[in-house]
């Protein structure tokens, strides 16, 4: 039986103040080497943590209590009102899915159990990626590859520095390679105005170039540039603002390149068919690849999303947007979108799921919610049932898998609170159904 109020804290491990080798869970790329210290205060990192990292590592969870109506209970009361929900439900939405690959894997069977719905709150950027990937395939890279080949990065409309705060410094401009000892500065282009390129600096950066034209046309200026490549050249002096002299000096730099990559984040990408954009590079990087050598980039997957879309792809066959209502997994992106369920009435209860970030609170709702959160959590309402869950990585140990779906990486329990792992709530759910 869970012993949900095994004490934890400051003082229970490690030895040493010093906690190294550290993976953060508080985006995609789930860097692996930051150094934590503990003392009286709490959490503190120490080295090698971004801005996002200290938020996520030394946010303060005390005192959260799980509540039924607003009203704080005990935890066996608060699951007990979220099995009678579920169990009342004829249709529950499973959303956020904020977490790691032990609390998707419970969210599943849960859903499994249930007859519910499936849908993390980032599908809509992963699906920019996921409708190109279903339709024409791609040619992709990881970030190690991209490392220690890439001697050209392209950015693609997407503010890479404030996603993914330390992108530049780890994958970049890193001042070695596996591949030689004398390592050659790398060119970054940005296509697109206005994205932070503040995180581009150090010895390895060479030359920094933008192509400046508004995110919504970022679609004329990839679809120029493919069209170069293809050998096809553009008869206009000028795309979405940006000079056609220099859309071609990028399309005979990525062709002289040894290994270009494309980077960009589906979240960036918040605009009418921008679906085509990550289309259009890919086809590209197909087209470079005929004579020499080039690949993408997807970066995004923060709040747990790259876990939630593998762990629902090998259990369900299916990336996310699955409904179990039938009896057997039920694929359709378009139709089981949680916000558009919401919003056309579809679902009889939500229960919301989100351990990393209290940014990540569920959408208004006008059906009964209930809430696996981190404390803290942004909410529009009193949930019916709220339960605090513990951040995989910080409160307890976990998996994650990183944003180039490549590796996964073990998360440490660094024994900030005792709150409950979501995997063992929801599994407690599960079997009291
Ligand atoms: S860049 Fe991402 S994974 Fe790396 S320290 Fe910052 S939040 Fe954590």
Redesign the pocket.
């Known amino acids: 039986m869970t012993n949900w109020t095994q004490a934890k804290g400051p003082g229970d491990s490690p030895k040493s103040n010093a906690i190294t080798d550290v993976a ?1 869970p ?2 995609g ?3 692996d080497d ?1 150094e934590m210290v503990r003392d009286e205060t709490g959490l503190k990192v120490a080295k090698n ?2 801005e ?2 200290v938020a996520g590592f030394e946010r303060k969870v005390d005192g959260a209590r799980p509540q039924v109506d607003g009203r704080d209970v005990d935890i066996e009361t608060a699951i007990r009102a979220a099995t009678d929900l579920i169990r009342k439900s004829s249709l529950p939405l499973y959303g956020g899915l904020g977490t790691d690959v032990d609390g998707i894997r419970a969210v599943m069977a849960l859903a499994d159990k249930s007859g519910g719905v499936v849908d993390h709150a980032l599908s809509e950027g992963q699906y920019r990626n996921f409708r190109v990937l279903q339709t024409t395939g791609w040619i992709m890279t990881t970030l190690t590859e991209t490392r220690n080949r890439a001697d050209v990065i392209i950015v693609v409309g997407s503010d890479i520095q404030k996603l ?3 992108f530049f410094e780890r994958i970049v401009n890193v001042e070695q390679s596996l591949l030689t000892e004398t390592p050659a500065k790398r060119t970054v282009y940005f296509i697109g105005k206005g994205l932070d390129q503040s995180g581009v600096k150090g010895p390895r950066i060479g030359e920094v170039i933008t192509l400046p034209c508004e995110l919504e046309r970022i679609d004329e200026v990839v679809s120029a540039l493919a069209a170069e490549i293809k050998g096809t050249p553009v008869g206009a002096d000028s795309v979405a603002g940006v000079p056609t002299a220099d859309i071609r000096a990028l399309s005979e730099r990525c062709k002289a390149s040894a290994y270009p990559v494309f980077v960009w984040a589906p979240p960036s990408l918040a605009f009418p068919n921008a679906d085509l954009v990550v289309n259009t590079v890919s086809d590209l990087v197909k087209d470079l690849n005929v004579k020499g050598r080039a690949a993408g980039l997807a970066l995004g997957g923060n709040e747990g999303a790259i876990s939630a879309g593998a762990v629902c792809s090998w259990q369900s066959g299916y990336p996310l947007r699955v409904s179990f209502s039938s009896g057997k997994p039920d694929y359709d992106f378009t139709r089981y979108a949680i916000p558009k369920m919401l919003a056309g009435g579809e679902g009889d209860l939500l229960v919301w799921l989100a351990s990393f970030t209290p940014d990540l609170g569920p959408p208004p709702a006008s059906i009964p919610t209930i809430v696996l959160g981190t404390p803290g959590i942004k909410l529009n309402g009193t949930p019916a049932v709220y339960i605090p869950i513990g951040t995989p990585g910080v409160d307890h140990g976990g998996r994650i898998i990183r944003v180039d779906n490549v590796v996964s990486l073990p998360l440490r329990d660094l024994g900030r609170s005792s709150l409950p792992k979501a995997a063992d709530v929801l599994a407690a759910i599960e079997l009291a159904l």
């Open positions: 953060c508080f985006c790329l789930v860097c930051l943590g971004c996002k990292a993914h705060p330390r």
